[in-house]
């Protein structure tokens, strides 16, 4: 079984207190992780972007601090600001995982992107509802 290099999305809406964002960031990665059969070991890197207006703990902490499943001490995690657009959604936290997952025909599976509490908003098409 080949292994494809691919980066999975995800988004999620918080409130800005650090029960929240601990909360709502370990439940989207833990699904990104399960639906899409993630081993820690696959991960390259996990990249998290937040709203200017969330400020009270960086998700990439968050994560370190919950628990979504994984041993997230594995792969390196980075947090950064999302560009400020006029009218754009607030109280959102992103994330772009970038991983390798087992390809038995050497194409890259389906993608099972994760938009929760909200946020399905920003990717109606990849919203998902748990």
């Given at each position: 079984?080949?292994?494809?290099?691919?980066?999975?999305?995800?988004?999620?809406?918080v409130?800005?207190?650090?029960?929240s964002i601990?909360?709502?960031?370990?439940?989207?990665?833990?699904?990104?992780?399960?639906?899409?059969?993630?081993?820690?070991?696959?991960?390259?890197?996990?990249?998290?972007?937040?709203?200017?207006?969330?400020?009270?703990?960086?998700?990439?902490?968050?994560?370190r601090?919950?628990?979504?499943?994984?041993?997230v001490?594995?792969?390196?995690?980075?947090?950064?600001?999302?560009?400020?657009?006029d009218?754009g959604?607030?109280?959102?936290?992103?994330a772009?995982?970038?991983?390798?997952?087992?390809?038995?025909?050497?194409?890259?599976?389906e993608?099972k992107?994760?938009?929760?509490n909200?946020?399905?908003?920003?990717?109606?098409?990849?919203?998902a509802?748990?």
């Amino acid at each position: 079984m080949a292994k494809i290099l691919t980066a999975l999305r995800g988004a999620v809406c918080v409130e800005n207190t650090a029960e929240s964002i601990t909360e709502n960031v370990c439940l989207m990665c833990c699904e990104l992780f399960t639906r899409n059969n993630i081993k820690a070991e696959d991960i390259v890197s996990l990249q998290f972007t937040i709203t200017d207006d969330i400020t009270v703990l960086n998700p990439a902490t968050a994560l370190r601090k919950g628990d979504a499943g994984l041993d997230v001490t594995k792969f390196p995690l980075f947090c950064s600001q999302e560009a400020k657009i006029d009218g754009g959604m607030k109280f959102v936290v992103r994330a772009l995982l970038t991983t390798y997952v087992d390809s038995p025909d050497g194409n890259i599976p389906e993608r099972k992107n994760v938009y929760l509490n909200g946020a399905e908003k920003l990717r109606p098409d990849w919203g998902a509802k748990i």
